[in-house]
């Protein structure tokens, strides 16, 4: 396998990672149809809800992207900037335009891993020694994560169907 083929099949794989659908449950399947009543609710000895985790990874999603593609990027200031301010969304909306956006910034970061225009491997001349690769890794990992927590969320508070 040349170096051009194994860099197309590693694409594939970090694009598969990112799709999250291969060893757990995807995020679109773990937010479709979540009870509006229960989006701000906490189940026993859990400290947050489920719209704390949604935009809480929205904004870490969309700051890893905007580090992958803005050098002149500013993150917000950590934790805090990285957690939503209230417990439960204002409205229907605010959690479908969560989904919406997450879901958008997505496409863009599996949108710079397929740009074969684009080194997974060539630190980025702004931070100290990232990559495109291991940013992607970083969304993966990251939402794997959080998306595992829904998952039990959802089952501690009853709505889990599968």
Known sequence: MTV???AGSLRDHVLELLRGKEAHASFDVVVADWP???RGAKAAGVPY???QILEHMRIAQWDILEFSRNANHVSPQHPDGYWPDRERPQSAEDWEKSVHTFTADMD?????VEDESLDLFK???HGSGQT????????????????????????LLGTWLT
């Not at 863009?108 to 710079?112: N, V």
């Open 132 to 155: 495109l690769l291991r940013e992607a890794l970083l969304v993966a990992d990251h939402n794997a994560y959080h998306v595992g927590q829904l998952v039990v969320l959802r089952r």
């Open 123 to 125: 630190p980025f001349a």
């Open 36 to 38: 509006e009543e229960l």
């Open 49 to 51: 809800t489920a719209w």
């Open 108 to 112: 863009q970061m599996k949108a710079l």
């Open 4 to 6: 051009v083929d194994q």
